[in-house]
């Protein structure tokens, strides 16, 4: 086999999110048999990243990995190109590459756009004005993949008729959740969509439906709309098309080699648990 693309999901303690990463790629697979497609995790899991990359280059000339992540952050910038170095060392026979993450473009832009629409359907179709919107996110340490949350809610906003569109956080960073649905009440909302910016089911996932539970026990004059996860709509398999047809064309991760990365890796510390620092 000449080539393997190597899916890189997160990873969850709940195992029913692995399954379906671990199905994504078997969806994804179907849709190009003639592809090697393998998939292994950064952590969580039972496949991670060093024995995904050997699994790969097995038998293979040329590994492409694909972060199947939302937000760039330590993982993305860190990780996954300092296990890929050390991939390089283990398999001197095989080139190695990765391509950018899924990211939070206009693909994934569209799929939230059509979520949204579902939701205010579920709501009878309210009045935008009235009605608002809440993207939660996971939370990070780095200020940048935060910055990607803000930069898709400013499209949705600026794409719709809705008068208040918010971010929110389920950790790490704020606000979370509760903060701002008590903002968009005192503003004169009546309903709120909240939709995760997530692929797959997870502990936090459920996190944010017994969230969502107490808010609306918490405002029960307001109508809440929860969307789902949505790594298996249509338009997350045609982005993945696009990242992998874009290893033809040389696009690839800037980290992936940096000498700027490998200068910081020794001081890197990646945490789920700490807010992000302000840079002065």
Not at 162 to 177: N, Q, S, W
Request: charged share 20%; proline share 4%.
């Amino acid at each position: 086999m000449k080539e393997t693309i190597l899916l890189i999901g997160h990873g969850s303690r709940n195992p029913a999110g692995n399954e379906e990463t671990l199905r994504f790629a078997a969806t994804w697979r179907s849709r190009h048999p003639d592809w090697r497609i393998e998939a292994c995790f950064i952590e969580l899991a039972d496949v991670l990243l060093d024995e995904g990359l050997d699994r790969a280059a097995a038998g293979s000339r040329q590994v492409i990995a694909l972060p199947l992540i939302l937000n760039a952050a330590g993982h993305v910038k860190m990780e996954i190109p300092a296990a890929i170095e050390a991939a390089r060392l283990r398999h001197s026979g095989v080139t190695f590459s990765c391509l950018p993450h899924l990211g939070m473009g206009r693909e994934v832009y569209s799929v939230l756009k059509q979520r949204i629409g579902h939701l205010m359907q579920e709501l009878a179709m309210p009045d935008p004005k009235t009605t608002g919107v809440i993207l939660l996110g996971r939370g990070s340490s780095d200020a940048g993949a935060n910055g990607e949350v803000a930069r898709i809610a400013r499209w949705v906003f600026e794409g719709a008729h809705h008068e208040l569109v918010d971010i929110a956080f389920t950790g790490v960073a704020f606000p979370r959740v509760e903060t701002v649905v008590q903002r968009q009440v005192k503003l004169g909302m009546t309903q709120i969509v909240i939709q995760p910016l997530y692929l797959f089911t997870g502990l936090l996932v459920e996190r944010i439906k017994a969230q969502v539970a107490r808010l609306c026990a918490a405002y029960p004059q307001v109508a809440f709309a929860l969307g789902g996860y949505f790594g298996f709509d249509e338009g997350i398999l045609a982005l993945a098309d696009s990242r992998a047809q874009g290893a033809s064309t040389g696009r690839m991760l800037e980290c992936d080699g940096c000498k700027y990365r490998l200068a910081a890796a020794s001081s890197h510390a990646h945490h789920h648990d700490r807010p992000a620092a302000i840079p002065s």
